[in-house]
């Protein structure tokens, strides 16, 4: 039986993970903490630790799972780059799945944009709306980010050169080049994501609404089974869904 921990046990996303947990037969709970906690106090409760903090806590957990080879599975956004590089470093020494978002049905949609943009992008002006609960506090979200980062990278396009987050102040045509992001924050929204692909004449659109936070607590219980037996390494849920 595989013990998972799970951090930030008394906020909405780490409830729902404990819920999955219970809900699977093949996993068990371990421990749970919450901020204050010491993960060192409890390194022979569980084999895989999922993590859906801020990156700060994620980078602490990190630092212990690497240094006791314990694997992990992390669906914390708002990384910089050198948290970013940190992150792949402790992934030479441990298996790690990342993922912005970790929604089998988000992952589909990747799949079909990476699809859509090699087929119409290079015809399209595109551009991302994603909106969330007011709680959430990056933006654009994770999952906006990497559906651009795919559409970019099927265009051969630089995300950080073609991306525009905001059109106020600028007097000119829209540029074809580039992939535009609008971010909308309000209520209880729990997660939901459009690219558009606006051509002459026709319209493609593909979306995906979340309208739980288990789908996200699943995904990862998935993501923390699939790892059992892997090498140390940086997978995404591309990898664990065979989408890759």
């Known amino acids: ?101 970790m929604s089998v049905g988000v992952n589909l949609s990747l799949k079909l944009l990476e699809l859509a943009s090699r087929v119409i992008g290079n015809e399209s002006d595109i551009e991302i709306v994603e909106a969330h609960h007011r709680h959430k506090v990056d933006a654009p979200s994770g999952t906006a980010l990497k559906m651009g980062e795919v559409v970019a990278n099927a265009l051969g396009r630089d995300l950080s050169k073609c991306a525009v987050y905001g059109r106020e102040g600028i007097e000119k045509p829209r540029d074809r080049e580039t992939i535009g992001f609008s971010t909308i924050r309000g209520g209880d929204v729990v997660g939901e994501h459009t690219v558009s692909f606006f051509m002459e004449g026709e319209r493609v659109e593909i979306t995906h609404k979340a309208s739980s936070r288990m789908t996200f607590a699943n995904g990862a219980v998935r993501a923390s089974r699939w790892l059992q037996g892997k090498s140390a390494g940086m997978y995404s849920m591309q990898d664990v869904l065979e989408l890759s």
């Open 1 to 101: 039986m595989i013990k998972i921990a799970v951090t930030g046990a008394s906020g909405r996303m780490g409830q729902t993970i404990i819920e999955a947990i219970n809900q699977n037969e093949c996993v068990e709970l371990g421990v749970a903490f919450d901020k204050g906690d010491d993960l060192n106090d409890a390194l022979d409760k569980f084999d895989v630790l999922i993590d859906f903090t801020r990156p700060a806590a994620t980078l602490k957990y990190l630092e212990i799972c690497e240094r006791s080879g314990k694997k992990m599975v992390i669906g914390t956004t708002g990384f910089n780059d050198d948290e970013l590089q940190v992150l792949t470093e402790a992934s030479q020494q441990i298996p790690i799945v990342f993922a912005p978002n």
